[in-house]
């Protein structure tokens, strides 16, 4: 057992069923993942340097940044079927290439 992961231990059982005393366990564990203390001001601010992350004080804090108007929004999906349609453009003009020179 050398990857990390949630592992199950299932004794013998009669008639192939599942055993009622199976055990579930997680190998490799990260526990500071777990570590849910709360960040000094020294991270926060490490954090908040740059815009690059901003923190909300309470919940209409946080819904009213959120619905703002100036509000970031993901772009990845665009690029990704940018990606694809380049992709499948690049197939149809290989294609066609092929199919041109086999007549000649």
Do not use: C, I
Not at 57 to 86: C, K, N
């Amino acid at each position: 057992m050398t990857l990390p992961g949630v592992y199950r231990f299932a004794g013998k059982s009669l008639g192939g069923k599942p055993s009622p005393t199976d055990e579930h366990f997680v190998a490799n564990f990260d526990r500071s993942e777990s570590d849910l203390t709360l960040l000094t001001e020294a991270q926060r601010e490490a954090l908040a340097h740059e815009d690059r992350l901003t923190f909300a004080t309470d919940l209409a804090e946080m819904q009213q940044h959120m619905f703002a108007d100036g509000s970031r929004s993901e772009f990845w999906w665009v690029l990704l079927y940018g990606f694809l349609a380049f992709t499948a453009f690049e197939v149809w003009m290989t294609r066609r290439m092929l199919h041109g020179a086999k007549e000649e």
